[in-house]
C-alpha cells in the first residue's frame, strides 16, 4: 500500500492509505476525501435529521424473484470471518512469545505449556476454519426472494413518497452546508456554524409581507449570545444580496436580524 499525507495551514496531517499504485496522490485524496464527506453526511441525517425515520406506514411486497442474500451464506460469512480473527490473533501471540531472562525449569516449563496450548489452539481453529470455508463455498451467496425461508421473508417500505422526502432532504441539507460556509465567516469556532444554524431552524420570527413594495420581510429574534447575532447579520446580509423571490410569488425576501444591540 501507499500512504498519503494531506497537510492543513494549521499544521495538522490527514493520512490514509491506497493500493491504486498508478492514480496520483490529488486524485486519490479527491475520492478518499469525497467518501468521507458522505459518510459524515449520513451520520449528521440521522442525528439531525431523522433519515431513518418512516416517511409512511405502507409497505411494498417483494417480487418473488428479486435476488437477494442467503441468510445462511451470511452467517457461515460471519462465523468465518469471527474465527480469522480469532486465528490471526493468536498466531501473533504465539510468535511473539519468547523467553527472556534466565533459564529456571519453572519459568522453561511453563513457557513450553503456554506454547504448546497455543499450538493445539491454533490448530484446532484453522480446522474450523477450513470447514467453516468449505460450507460458506457450498452455500449460495444469493437466492430469490421465493426461496427465502418463512421467518427470514420481509416487505419493504413503500417508496411512493419517501423517494420525493430523501431529495427533499438532500436539498436541505445542501443549502444548510451552503449557509454553514458563510456563518463560518464570522464565527471563531468554525465547528459550531450547524448548531448556529440550528438554533436559527427553532427560533421565532416575525413574517411581515409588503405587497405594494413586493416584499417579504423575515425578522429573526435575538440568540443567545452577542457573536451569535452578529454571524446572523452576516447571513442575513449575503441572503438579501441574492435578491430571491419567495416561491409562486412576485414577493422579495428580505431577511432581518433584530438583536439587544440593534432594536
Given at each position: 500500500m501507499r500512504e498519503f499525507r494531506k497537510l492543513s495551514q494549521s499544521g495538522h496531517q490527514t493520512a490514509f492509505l491506497a493500493t491504486d499504485y498508478r492514480a496520483t496522490g490529488a486524485v486519490?485524496?479527491?475520492?478518499?476525501?469525497?467518501?468521507?464527506?458522505?459518510?459524515?453526511?449520513?451520520?449528521?441525517?440521522?442525528?439531525?435529521?431523522?433519515?431513518?425515520?418512516?416517511?409512511?406506514?405502507?409497505?411494498?411486497?417483494?417480487?418473488?424473484?428479486?435476488?437477494?442474500?442467503?441468510?445462511?451464506?451470511?452467517?457461515l460469512d460471519g462465523q468465518v470471518?469471527?474465527?480469522?480473527?480469532?486465528?490471526?490473533?493468536?498466531?501473533?501471540?504465539?510468535?511473539?512469545?519468547?523467553?527472556?531472562?534466565?533459564?529456571?525449569?519453572?519459568?522453561?516449563?511453563?513457557?513450553?505449556?503456554?506454547?504448546?496450548?497455543?499450538?493445539?489452539?491454533?490448530?484446532?481453529l484453522r480446522i474450523e476454519v477450513d470447514d467453516l470455508k468449505r460450507r460458506r463455498k457450498a452455500t449460495a451467496k444469493h437466492i430469490t426472494y421465493s426461496e427465502l425461508p418463512e421467518a427470514a421473508r420481509f416487505d419493504r417500505l413503500s417508496t411512493q413518497g419517501k423517494h420525493l422526502v430523501d431529495t427533499i432532504k438532500m436539498i436541505a441539507y445542501r443549502a444548510e452546508t451552503a449557509m454553514a460556509q458563510i456563518v463560518r465567516q464570522k464565527m471563531a469556532r468554525h465547528d459550531d456554524a450547524r448548531s448556529l444554524l440550528r438554533a436559527i431552524y427553532s427560533t421565532e420570527v416575525d413574517i411581515l409581507p409588503d405587497p405594494p413594495a413586493k416584499t417579504l420581510t423575515i425578522r429573526l429574534h435575538p440568540l443567545a449570545s452577542h457573536s451569535s447575532d452578529q454571524a446572523v447579520h452576516h447571513l442575513c446580509d449575503v441572503l438579501n444580496a441574492t435578491e430571491t423571490l419567495f416561491p409562486g410569488t412576485d414577493l422579495r425576501l428580505i431577511y432581518q436580524s433584530v438583536s439587544a444591540q440593534s432594536p
Open positions: 486519490l485524496a479527491l475520492a478518499m476525501f469525497s467518501r468521507w464527506s458522505q459518510e459524515n453526511f449520513f451520520r449528521y441525517m440521522r442525528q439531525s435529521y431523522n433519515l431513518d425515520g418512516l416517511v409512511d406506514y405502507g409497505a411494498d411486497r417483494i417480487p418473488e424473484t428479486t435476488r437477494v442474500v442467503n441468510p445462511a451464506y451470511r452467517t470471518r469471527t474465527k480469522i480473527g480469532l486465528l490471526n490473533r493468536q498466531m501473533a501471540e504465539f510468535g511473539a512469545l519468547n523467553l527472556h531472562g534466565e533459564i529456571e525449569p519453572r519459568r522453561v516449563e511453563a513457557f513450553a505449556q503456554r506454547k504448546a496450548d497455543l499450538h493445539d489452539s491454533i490448530t484446532q
